[in-house]
């Protein structure tokens, strides 16, 4: 492992495993426009060659990340590699004849960040996916008889197991057991 320190406009440090500080030369545009060689190191070559595909990636997983701040640095570290393997299946997915949308006018359109993780989301929950309220089935809402309003209320009568909103507990009692309410 090499350190390198290269001075450009200002200092420029880098730790590299796979250059060992070979000199090198790279193009730079002067004020009056024409471009002079400077010396450099192989390793700052390298980088400014490569570091767009960097930039891409973290601009692609910045858009619609999961990320959130955490104290536990293995939480970052999963939440990070969940995003790139979602950008990365995005990616795949772009680049597959299989995946092409067709648009009304049957020309060929991209499926959006957003889409894609729309439908992965989707495609992950399954069956599990479910819309409104996640109450289990075992207890029956009624229905609010003075409101005539469908309500879900969480409280109830244990030994009727029915659950009733405050208003219609005891109509619905008196009902059911006129002899207790004389």
């Known amino acids: 492992m090499r350190v390198t320190v290269w001075r450009d406009k200002k ?21 009056d426009g024409t471009i002079k060689e400077v010396p450099c190191p192989l390793s700052v070559k390298h980088y400014n060659m490569f570091m767009n595909g960097v930039d891409h990636a973290d601009q692609l997983r910045s858009t619609y990340n999961i990320s959130r701040k955490s104290l536990k640095w293995w939480k970052y570290l999963f939440n990070f590699l969940v995003d790139i393997s979602i950008v990365n299946a995005y990616l795949l997915m772009r680049e597959s004849v299989n995946h092409q949308i067709v ?13 894609f993780r729309m439908k992965l989301a989707h495609q992950m ?16 809402p009624t229905t609010c008889s003075q409101n005539i309003i469908r309500k879900e209320p969480k409280t109830g009568c244990a030994q009727c197991n029915v659950n009733l909103c405050i208003e219609c507990f005891r109509p619905y009692h008196r009902k059911l057991f006129p002899q207790l309410f004389v």
């Open 125 to 140: 929950l399954g069956p599990f996916h479910r819309k409104g309220n996640s109450r289990s089935k075992t207890s029956t």
């Open 11 to 31: 200092n420029i440090n880098l730790l590299s495993t796979n250059c060992f500080g070979e000199p090198d030369k790279v193009n730079r545009k002067q004020k």
């Open 103 to 115: 648009t009304k006018k049957n020309r060929p359109r991209q499926m959006t960040k957003l889409e």
